[in-house]
């Protein structure tokens, strides 16, 4: 199971390095099936925390400061709170905020629609996300249709995402330890996916570096399809 593990950590910091998402949700579904969704949520919370901090620190100069500090305003404490309700929120509100979300991103990266979310609603945005994150494990898919119709993209998208992440996990992280979901037997685990995952944003970086920005466009886009998808399907939960 460690070797399984430290793979699935690879591709998770790989694949949200590439396009700034996707990994965590994938690394929560296939975690879910070698531990079970609880150990899961346990494993994936610290592990992609300090997966998102090595992140955000490789892009750190590409991180817009002021998205990244209204998101997290609302994310910490929205976080906290749906990490005390684990499990309590019916799944078809997350579904029917992924797919509106999405579309409206997708809409506006092709030009259909003409429109930027306004700075105001980032943290009140950010506040339901972050409780959707707690509740759900997977939900943290939302920042991204978020983020790209706030204008974001590239270097920028990846640095600021990660550093709302690190935010949210943190919450989740002190709302699992004050309800005991923390067990000594996870250390390993824990620590395996943890070094897996920057080991995944090294490489992920620097195959990053040779694409062209159509391409990480693409990428980004092409990413949050899947994701929403998989989410929609009730796989990622």
């Given amino acids: 199971m460690t070797v399984a ?10 694949l949200t390095t590439l396009a700034g998402q996707g990994g965590g949700l994938f690394l929560l579904l296939f975690c879910s099936l070698l531990v079970g969704p609880h150990a899961a949520l346990a494993i994936t919370a610290p592990a992609l925390l300090l997966g998102n901090l090595h992140r955000a ?4 100069k590409a991180i817009d400061r002021k998205v990244a500090a209204r998101m997290i305003l609302g994310a910490v404490p929205g976080a906290f709170i749906g990490g005390l309700l684990a499990g ?10 992924l797919v509106v979300l999405t579309a409206l991103s997708i809409a506006r990266a092709l030009k259909w629609l003409a429109f930027d979310v306004p700075r105001w609603a980032l943290g009140p945005a ?4 972050g409780g959707l994150t707690g509740t759900a494990g997977g939900a943290g898919v939302l920042f991204a249709p978020v983020l790209l119709s706030a204008g ?4 920028t998208f ?3 995402i990660s550093t709302v992440a690190v935010a949210t996990h943190v919450g989740r992280v002190i709302a699992y330890g004050s309800n005991g979901v923390f067990t000594r037997d996870l250390v390993v685990p824990i620590v395996v996916v943890a070094v897996a995952i920057a080991a995944g944003n090294w490489a992920g970086e620097r195959i990053r570096a040779n694409l062209s920005d159509k391409a990480t466009t693409r990428l980004e886009y092409g990413v949050l ?3 929403v998808g998989v989410s929609v399907l009730g796989l990622g939960g």
């Fill in 57 to 60: 620190v490789l892009f750190r």
């Fill in 88 to 97: 309590a929120l019916p799944e078809w509100i997350l579904q029917v905020m």
């Fill in 225 to 227: 399809v899947m994701c």
């Fill in 126 to 129: 950010g506040f339901v996300i």
């Fill in 152 to 155: 974001l993209r590239g270097a």
């Fill in 5 to 14: 593990l430290a793979v699935l950590g690879l591709f998770a910091g790989v």
């Fill in 158 to 160: 990846v640095g600021t």
